[in-house]
């Protein structure tokens, strides 16, 4: 006997997807944005991991020096990264910052997904 799949309510699914797109971005936008002057792309990951590479331009906040704020911007959407698609920290930072009152996104997929699919890397 095979499962039963509910059918979702399409109006919450709009609302969700609407919301998703407003504050996650895929690496092809970001390096857009990146091109564009866009954004303020800020890596969480520990200072370490960053050393060994990181997105062009990026600036490292990692965990433990979230209160310092240090790199986060206003005037700009902050669009922060951790290292993976199942790593929780970029959204952990998302509801700190935004807290604070600055603008931010996350990036899906992280420094993986960046790395694998081949973009720039800086050092």
Known sequence: MGTQIEIKDPARAKSFFEAKMSFTTGPTELERMIKNNEVNVVDVRAEEDYAKGHVPGAVNLPKDQWSTEKGLRRDKT??????????HLA???????????Y?????????????DDGYDIEK
């Open 91 to 101: 959204a952990t930072a998302a509801v700190e910052f935004a807290g604070k009152g």
């Open 78 to 87: 902050n669009v922060l990264y951790c290292y993976s698609i199942v790593c």
């Open 103 to 115: 603008p931010v996104m996350e990036l899906d997929g992280g420094w993986r997904w960046w790395q």
